[in-house]
């Protein structure tokens, strides 16, 4: 009995003692993080962009990082170059999801609220497919450009590192900023073949894997870069005018993907403006419901055939 007071005793100050320690890291932790915070916005306590645009929904975004799906849309978001953080975009797409949800749900009838739901997820990923695609189409566009200095920088007697970042200030964006990324990969002591890999799996196009592995098997086996980059430049420009000229061929079968979608979507506006509320009473059914969502997938299906028919690999 008497050495269980004393025990408890000190128990208990080890207790507090801890608590104490702990309390004082958490609010250490939180007093830095909200430095660094003040630190990086300049202002006000908000995050800023380099161009000063203030972040919003920074809590939702550092919450959103720590799951599967935050990850995946920062992946995405940096691989397409846009200026969003993965919460704001995750916001952006909820707000625009639920308004589209109310005005499915009382323009034409309940049972379209989560299908508007559903179609504003489905045309997130594609605005996302539809960037990355646009910055990769830049990109090439600019690969000229860059075989044509890294030709003039090699022929001078600069090292592929310096040609590598001499280009990255020349040239604008997108081609200036990835060049600058595996500057600073090379800067950081990664080798040549990794930095300009990670820029072919970022940006995937056969342009690109050409111009890398010409550099990588000439960093390698040495050789005359300067006349294979040249040569390269000439090839690099025909296949820009090529490629130009099939996107122009192919515009009216692109522009009849995304009008066969809309013609649908105008069709039941039509039939509820004319007589109303002749939806409500076709989903009020499941066979109703049944063959809505069947001609839902038809026209998504058109969708994909008539953009696969309309893909040509150049």
Not at 31 to 41: F, G, M, P, T, V
Request: hydrophobic share 50%; net charge positive; aromatic share 6%.
């Amino acid at each position: 009995m008497n050495n269980s007071v004393p025990l408890a005793l000190g128990a208990t100050t080890l207790c507090c003692t801890l608590a104490v320690a702990g309390a004082h890291m958490y609010a250490t932790g939180r007093a830095q993080r909200l430095a660094l915070e003040d630190r990086l916005s300049g202002s006000g306590g908000a995050l800023r962009t380099a161009t000063g645009r203030v972040r919003h929904f920074s809590a939702v975004d550092r919450r959103l990082r720590r799951t599967r799906l935050g990850r995946t849309i920062h992946l995405r978001l940096s691989a397409t170059g846009l200026d969003l953080t993965a919460g704001e975009f995750f916001m952006y797409v909820t707000g625009v999801g639920v308004a589209l949800w109310l005005l499915a749900a009382t323009t034409l009838a309940p049972f379209f609220g989560p299908i508007a739901a559903l179609v504003t997820i489905w045309g997130a990923a594609i605005f996302l497919n539809w960037q990355l695609q646009k910055r990769i189409e830049a990109f090439i566009n600019q690969l000229p450009d860059v075989a044509r200095l890294l030709a003039n920088a090699t022929a001078a007697g600069l090292a592929l590192r310096t040609a590598l970042a001499m280009a990255a200030e020349e040239l604008e964006a997108p081609a200036g900023e990835e060049l600058a990324r595996v500057a600073d990969q090379l800067t950081l002591g990664r080798t040549i073949d990794d930095a300009l890999g990670e820029l072919a799996e970022r940006l995937p196009s056969r342009e690109l894997v050409v111009l890398v592995t010409t550099l990588v098997l000439a960093n390698k086996a040495g050789g005359s870069v300067v006349s294979s980059l040249r040569n390269l430049t000439q090839t690099l420009e025909d296949r820009k005018e090529t490629r130009r000229e099939v996107r122009t061929m192919l515009s009216e079968v692109n522009a009849t993907a995304f009008t066969v979608p809309c013609l649908g979507l105008g069709s039941l506006l039509l039939i509820n403006s004319s007589n109303e509320g002749a939806l409500e009473k076709v989903t009020g059914s499941g066979l109703g419901q049944g063959l809505i969502l069947l001609s839902l997938g038809l026209y998504t299906v058109g969708f994909f055939v008539i953009r696969r028919l309309g893909k040509i690999e150049v």
